[in-house]
């Protein structure tokens, strides 16, 4: 299926300034996984956000600020002995809701308790638009009715395993009912579901399905899908509604990984790859402009 270039990522006003084009916050990492900040982060760039603050544990500041990018600020926030984001944080993120125009809030975070409560906290609250990955979803597990606190935009990103363990079934389960597992969810929290995994499923509450055919099986590597997440708040903060975010963000993150995987193989790509060819994806998608 071709899909069409979204019109904020055609850049064709030559009066154009970073601030229309969003600022996104990934509150993400922790002392083992900082990476998936970084990831999520970078990929928020390439897909279009005109700034971008990583929100990382304090500890980790310095070491962000040379791991991540130029391009990407960061938020040093309070942080636990372990190195994760300390539930004490959520004063410091909800003080910052105004400065931000969406949040992406899970990847690398970990699953310490404290963490998790920031989590629930913070999407229980959040005035602004909200993409869940990860360690987030994690925390939503037994907490699911915290969706329907807000009517605030909330796009879910969960692979088959989270699925499962979000609705307290079972892995097979969610597999063999991709379709109607997604729609179900989406519809019940008024949220936007993407279930990813092969032919990846885009679900709204108002009853809209996308099934993926971009993407291959290198993309099954760590990190892949922070990439993601970041892609999607871009597309988020520049205007698109949670299902076109979600359908376009799946799309094309699945060109960036097809291209990635002639180059550097199936076998041997990784997440970085994929955001390298970020830009190529885009520029194959809007040849057909």
Not at 25 to 41: D, E, P, Q
Not at 72 to 90: G, H, I
């Amino acid at each position: 299926m071709n899909m069409r270039l979204p019109l904020p990522l055609a850049r064709r006003r030559p009066d154009a300034y970073k601030n229309q084009f969003s600022h996104v916050c990934v509150i993400a990492g922790s002392g083992r996984m900082l990476g998936a900040a970084a990831l999520a982060s970078l990929a928020a760039m390439r897909a279009g956000a005109g700034l971008v603050t990583a929100a990382i544990p304090a500890s980790l500041n310095a070491a962000a600020q040379k791991k991540i990018s130029n391009v990407v600020m960061t938020l040093p926030l309070q942080e636990t002995r372990e190195q994760t984001v300390s539930a004490d944080a959520f004063a410091r993120i909800s003080r910052a809701y105004d400065e931000f125009d969406v949040f992406a809030v899970g990847p690398g975070l970990s699953r310490h308790p404290s963490t998790q409560r920031l989590v629930l906290r913070t999407i229980g609250t959040s005035p602004k638009s909200l993409v869940i990955d990860a360690d987030a979803l994690y925390a939503l597990a037994g907490h699911t009715e915290i969706l329907r606190k807000t009517t605030t935009l909330k796009v879910l990103t969960p692979h088959p395993g989270e699925m499962a363990r979000l609705i307290d079934r079972s892995r097979d389960y969610v597999e063999k009912n991709r379709r109607q597992t997604a729609l179900e969810f989406a519809r019940k929290y008024g949220c936007v579901l993407l279930l990813k995994g092969h032919h990846t499923v885009v679900a709204s509450p108002r009853g809209q399905v996308y099934i993926n055919k971009t993407g291959n099986a290198g993309m099954a590597t760590a990190g892949s899908g922070d990439v993601l997440t970041g892609m999607i708040a871009a597309l988020l903060g520049q205007g698109l509604t949670g299902f076109e975010a979600a359908k376009f963000g799946a799309y094309w993150h699945g060109k960036a990984g097809d291209l990635a995987a002639k180059t550097k193989t199936r076998a041997a790509m990784i997440a970085s790859d994929i955001i390298e060819n970020i830009p190529k994806a885009l520029k194959v998608i809007g040849a057909r402009l």
